[in-house]
């Protein structure tokens, strides 16, 4: 009592027992003041905290402010087409100086990005681990139950993509997204699918250190990315959501261009930024051909633990670089061959090589009679002659004859494969159309793309079997056939019943995207892992026309904070 007479003393000084103050003074006050300021400041909160909510776009909608230009025409010619073929009509873009204040929203920004996936054994070979899930777990349950190492963020981003229809958007360019700061950043970071033997330190180096542009060139003096860093992308896979303002496409050449834009308006898809097997070039400027090529000495594989990624500088010393490359090739090679070696060229045997016209042959048949092709320790000769612009006479041709490693290309594929379909499948259950556009500009060394096109297309039945729901939701692969026609009947062979195959031409109808009612359309922008063409490239491929055209370059910006907080390691 003398402690509650000290305490009422102090509060009022004129009160003899602290029992009367509160039943005569406080509890008078409190009901007849306080409870009514307290309830009144908490409608007042509620009423603020709904109309930000209801001034915020509708999930998977954009928004468009009132007073937007609606008779501006976004002429804008955006691409699903073939990476390397040129654009040829240029997009009539309309006034540039527009604001683009519309809000083409992909969804709410401020969502915390979920705990990284556990990574997996990296000293397994990937021919062992080649899409094998978990053995406890029936497929069955996983496809149903949905697999609990997805990161959270990844279901919202896709969830809301229903390329089927378009929703409002004034900007018309890459530009004008950019310059539209909250249209920016209500941009989602994409989900980064990686394989295990890719460390985490590297994959974020690969995210933000592209130089701005790659075109026909590898790594130069002064670069930060290597050409066996870039190999290592291959096996680094970014999926996000993004709108695009026009559709375009390519059958041989560009057709249904002109005047295709969606006026005011974008189309939502999901952009898998693949990076392609790269046999662009050779010489010093080999990529992928370095990975899997044969030499004079055996290529012995070792796990290579990058904790610290050189330096810009030390990777100008030529020693360094060089020595540096060789530990990641060999750290690649591990990890895609069952032997951890490739063996020395007079250590091959002659039964042991194909031709490429006899590798296509025997791929095919094995994909037609669903037979198990046996690609351990075989090679195919691929031959011709090359060009180094940036390391030799530009004009110069240096012809070359390479043994090619089956086992690794195949490897590579089921790498890729798992891990788009891992990121992709599991968060999209309203269903999707799968687009393929096979490479021109980065099969230079083979020739074409018809060897690379059946060992993705043996990759994807090798995870359809082990692994089929990794394939749960896809409904549709449109193929690109234009140059290897036989591919929609051997794609058709390959992938679960359910599954439509298709040729790409017939997703448009008079000129347009014509996507089937609800589902998403996935489409790739087929670059390799050196420049962050995306972001700067002009319409000079489907890169650099799908950058152009859509918000693309805001959802892979290197700079973003949020880059790498969705990534998933397989």
């Known amino acids: 009592m003398s402690s509650t007479r000290s305490v009422s003393a102090q509060i009022g000084g004129v009160f003899e027992t602290s029992r009367e103050f509160v039943s005569q ?71 540039a100086s527009q604001s683009a ?55 919202a981003v896709f969830l809301e993509v229903n390329s089927s229809a378009l929703v409002p958007c004034s900007s018309v360019n890459r530009r004008e997204f950019l310059d539209a700061q909250q249209q920016r950043d209500e941009t989602r970071p994409p989900v980064i699918s990686r394989s295990s033997f890719v460390p985490e330190k590297m994959a974020e180096h690969l995210m933000r250190n592209k130089k701005d542009t790659a075109l026909t060139v590898k790594y130069k003096d002064g670069d930060a990315i290597t050409n066996m860093e870039a190999a ?9 959501s993004i709108l695009m303002t026009g559709d375009y496409q390519w059958f041989g050449q560009a057709r249904g261009m002109e005047g295709q834009a ?6 939502p898809l ?16 080999e990529v ?44 690649m090679v591990y990890h895609l061959t069952e032997s951890h070696q490739i063996p020395a060229k007079d250590q091959i045997l002659p039964e042991n090589v194909m031709t490429k016209d006899q590798a296509e042959q025997y791929l095919t048949s094995c994909l037609k009679e669903g037979k198990d092709p046996d690609l351990k320790g075989k090679f195919v000769q691929i031959q011709g002659v090359y060009k180094d612009p940036y390391r030799n006479d530009p004009k110069k041709e240096v012809p070359f004859k390479e043994l090619v490693s089956l086992e690794i290309l195949v ?93 790409k031409q017939t997703l448009y109808k008079n000129g347009l995207l014509d996507v089937p009612q609800g589902l998403a359309l996935v489409i790739h922008n087929n670059s390799d892992g050196l420049g962050q063409n995306i972001e700067n490239e002009g319409v000079s491929s489907l890169d650099g026309v799908i950058g152009n055209y859509s918000n693309a370059a805001c959802v892979l910006r290197r700079d973003r904070s949020d880059l790498l907080d969705n990534q998933l390691v397989n």
């Open 262 to 267: 969606h006026a005011n308006s974008a189309r």
């Open 288 to 331: 992928m051909m370095a990975v899997s090529k044969a030499r004079d000495q055996a290529v012995q594989g070792e796990v290579f633990d990058v904790q610290n990624v050189p330096s810009k500088e030390e990777k100008n010393d030529p020693q360094q670089r060089k020595a540096y490359d060789e530990k990641l090739l060999q750290h």
């Open 232 to 240: 290592l992308h291959t096996f680094v896979n970014p999926v996000g």
């Open 411 to 503: 490897n590579v594929y089921m790498h890729q494969v798992r891990n788009e379909f891992k990121a992709i499948n599991p968060n999209a259950p309203q269903g999707y159309v799968y687009t393929i556009d096979p490479p021109q500009i980065f099969v230079g060394l083979i020739g074409d793309s018809r060897l690379l096109n059946r060992l993705q297309a043996l990759a994807i039945r090798s995870l359809v079997k082990s692994e089929p729901e990794l394939f749960s939701n896809l409904k549709m692969i449109a193929f690109n056939d234009y140059a290897d026609r036989e591919m929609v009947d051997l794609m058709g062979r390959v992938v679960p019943e359910n599954v439509e195959v298709r040729g």
């Open 270 to 285: 999901i952009l898998s930024a693949l990076v392609l097997p790269d046999f662009e070039l050779g010489g010093e400027s």
């Open 101 to 155: 204040a519309a809000k083409a929203a992909v969804g709410d920004a401020s969502q915390p990005a979920v705990a990284k996936a556990a990574v997996g054994d990296a000293s397994q070979p990937a021919v062992a681990k080649a899409a094998v899930g978990d053995a406890s777990q029936s497929a069955a349950a996983k496809a149903a139950v949905g697999d609990a190492s997805q990161p959270a963020v990844a279901k």
């Open 25 to 95: 003074r406080v509890v008078p006050i409190i009901r007849d003041h306080v409870l009514p300021i307290v309830a009144l400041t908490g409608l007042f909160y509620g009423f603020l905290y709904l109309k930000d909510r209801n001034s915020q776009p509708v999930e998977g909608q954009a928004m468009v402010p009132k007073n937007a230009d609606a008779s501006q025409s976004a002429a804008a010619k955006a691409a699903v087409g073939d990476a390397s073929q040129p654009a040829v009509a240029k997009a009539a873009v309309g006034d």
